[in-house]
Nanobody, 121 residues
């Protein structure tokens, strides 16, 4: 499975962005799909994920502001980010895997290249 993340950019605090993760080369629909982010000097952290079955989970810091969705063919996953804050600034990575805990990055086998989100205050 190859993953291509896009949609990052510069936005003012309070604004919105939508990230996309397009998959190819495998049966993406049978994988869990997750978004993680990493800021300079920090560990990679969980943002949101959706199981192949459709259930989803969000980090507490983004719950109510970010919405993850999967298209009908399940080959693209979107992360709608609203009410962005400066602390959301990071490189965002999408990933695919079959781990039991969808918030655990070790359960993901495939990673996209990352897309930079910068939120100015």
């Amino acid at each position: 499975v190859q993953l291509q993340a896009s949609g990052g950019g510069l936005v003012q605090a309070g604004g919105s962005l939508r990230l996309s993760c397009a998959a190819s080369g495998g049966t993406f629909r049978t994988y869990n799909a997750g978004w993680f982010r990493q800021s300079p000097g920090k560990e990679r952290e969980f943002v949101a994920a959706v199981r192949w079955s459709g259930s989803s989970a969000y980090a507490g810091s983004v719950k109510g502001r970010f919405t993850l969705s999967r298209d009908n063919a399940k080959i693209t996953v979107y992360l709608q980010m609203d009410s962005l804050k400066s602390e959301d600034t990071a490189v965002y990575y999408c990933a695919a895997g079959k781990g039991v805990n969808i918030a655990d990055p070790t359960g993901y086998y495939y990673w996209g290249q990352g897309t930079l989100v910068t939120v100015s205050s």
